[in-house]
């Protein structure tokens, strides 16, 4: 294939994982072909080995995105990473989930055998009326942060800060951060796993504790912690039709657009990495809806979108 010709959506069948916290969501909503309860991530283009996406239809169906990434880095705009950067999840809480800190490239390259760290964001898809999540603490020094920690004073400690359907979160490396139950993200991430648990709100699990990385999280939670207010912004009422930069660092950049109608943009990234949150409509002809993944290739060209859907879109600056 000569390079910068495919003029063809990858859609991806994602894979879902089930967890103690997990609800039904995934299934009865997004429609995802999963057995049981309890089905608390959905994978949705991820080249990770723990899950990695199969692409659906067309040109390369049946391939792994890991595996496209390797034989094919033309759709990816040949960027120099050695595996596909990013990993894109709907994460489905029906309980609260462990309060935790990653660190960022520096420490996990010397503490953790040379992994990326994990710089990660949050798009809340839906949440109860007066929810709230976990981002950022409330010490003022390492010392203070270590006295609270050490003896256990968590309510004083840990932040919570009020969410609406909308909202956009970054969760920098050294954030303490936890989505509470009945809250549905979608959360694009560094594609790594390295995640210590601060505290699991003393909860037992068949009789025992989880483990916790205390030592670990102390010595990568940023003091101060950025203030609440700088800590969320809202995605709402963005322009319709247009394709909408929401955030940009340098892991990732994000996007919304809301097609109301007709929607159309040029593809000038290395690749976008697109998930619909709602409705249904049509990419360049090709029937989507709630639920679906796709990564328009580098070069695609045009990008048409028709309908009523609201979507979010990633990629890397090359
Ligand atoms: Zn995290």
Not at 74 to 94: C, S, V
Not at 107 to 118: D, F, I, M, P
Not at 264 to 273: G, H, M, R, T
């Amino acid at each position: 294939m000569k390079e910068n010709q495919l003029h063809e959506l990858l859609f991806l069948d994602p894979v879902c994982t089930h967890n103690i916290w997990g609800g039904t969501r995934l299934r009865e909503e997004f429609g995802y072909p999963v057995e049981g309860d309890g089905i608390g991530e959905c994978w949705g283009i991820s080249a990770h080995p723990e899950g990695d996406g199969t692409v659906r239809s067309g040109s390369f169906q049946g391939e792994k995105l890991s595996g496209l990434w390797d034989k094919h880095p033309e759709l990816f705009g040949n960027l120099p990473y050695d595996r596909y950067p990013l990993l894109t999840k709907i994460i489905d809480a029906q309980d609260d989930l462990s309060i935790q800190v990653h660190p960022d490239d520096a420490y996990a390259q010397v503490y953790e055998n040379g992994s990326l760290g994990k710089t990660e964001c949050w798009f809340i898809c839906d949440c109860a009326e007066d929810a709230a999540i976990v981002i950022g603490h409330n010490a003022r020094t390492k010392e203070e942060l270590e006295e609270m920690v050490r003896q256990g004073k968590w309510t004083e400690l840990i932040r919570e800060i009020p969410i609406h359907k909308g909202d956009f979160l970054q969760i920098d490396p050294g954030t303490v951060h936890a989505i509470k139950a009945h809250t549905l993200i979608l959360e694009t991430q560094q594609n790594s796993a390295i995640t210590y648990r601060l505290y699991d709100y003393d909860r037992l699990q068949n009789g025992k504790s989880r483990e916790l990385h205390i030592d670990k999280s102390l010595d990568v939670i940023t003091v101060p912690a950025k203030s609440a207010q700088e800590s969320v912004k809202s995605a709402n009422g963005l322009p319709e039709n247009e394709l909408n930069q929401i955030y940009a660092c340098g892991k990732y950049t994000i996007f919304k657009l809301d097609v109301n109608g007709n929607a159309s943009f040029e593809q000038k990234y290395p690749f976008l990495a697109a998930s619909v949150l709602e409705g249904a409509g049509t990419m360049n002809g090709a029937e989507v809806r709630k639920g679906d993944h796709f990564i328009i290739p580098c070069g695609f060209g045009k990008v048409e979108g028709n309908g009523n859907m609201s979507l979010i879109l990633s990629t890397v600056e090359s």
